[in-house]
């Protein structure tokens, strides 16, 4: 695994692909980019009793990959101190320059806060979400999420998680270390945290 520097994405530039995350298969493999490919080539090795990703998992899959992320940005970006203390892990990256920390921990908040404000929000409006109380909207969504993703099952997969679980969790996971983590936990609906 290695990080990405987020905006010169310098780790990952050699090979001609800037997206992240990207999966290389072996040492001079093929290179898998966007989370929803990946996720294809790994669903049968993960789920070997359901191999194809089934409609449902899609949605959900697609929903997570969609609003949920984006809600999550403008969440994570909500004011310029917020967005700032979402570069604090920089510092702790070893294979990051000095002066790629140094830009990241000046820069990186700013820009992601123009980002947020000027580019992902209005793409959440545009596509009819509610871009008023974006923390507020991010726990609705999330509780969507679990009245008609969970539903009643422990797992989206039932007694197991299935690739839908996985990418919500990972999306979530993603902000463990923010303040948003934290309000989502104590603010949506319980059986999040459960889950």
């Known amino acids: ?13 050699s090979h001609g692909f800037g997206k992240v995350p990207q999966l ?8 898998i980019v966007d ?10 090795i993960l789920d070997k009793d359901a191999p194809e ?14 609003t949920l992320v984006r809600y ?11 967005s700032r203390e979402g570069y604090d892990y920089v510092s702790n990256i070893v294979n990051f320059t000095g002066t790629d920390k140094i830009i990241l921990e000046i820069f990186g908040g700013p820009i992601m ?24 909207a991010l726990y609705g969504e999330l509780n969507v999420w679990v009245e008609e993703g969970l539903s009643e099952k422990p797992f989206h997969g039932g007694a197991k998680p299935d ?11 993603s902000q463990r270390f923010l303040p948003v983590f934290n309000d989502l ?7 999040l945290s459960d889950w």
Do not use: F, H
Not at 24 to 31: A, L, T, V
Not at 163 to 173: E, K, L
């Open 72 to 82: 999550m940005v403008v969440n994570t970006n909500r004011t310029l101190t917020e």
């Open 35 to 44: 989370s929803n490919e990946i996720v294809k080539l790994l669903k049968p």
């Open 24 to 31: 290389q298969i072996g040492e001079s493999g093929p290179i």
């Open 163 to 173: 690739i839908a679980d996985i990418d919500v969790y990972g999306v979530i996971q």
């Open 113 to 136: 806060y123009l980002v947020s404000q000027y580019m992902v929000k209005p793409k959440l409006e545009k596509a009819g979400y509610d871009v008023g109380d974006v923390r507020e």
């Open 185 to 191: 936990r104590a603010n949506a609906d319980t059986r």
């Open 53 to 66: 990703i089934t409609a449902e998992e899609q949605k959900w899959v697609d929903w997570a990959g969609s």
């Open 1 to 13: 695994m290695v990080c990405v520097n987020p905006i010169t994405k310098k780790q990952v530039s």
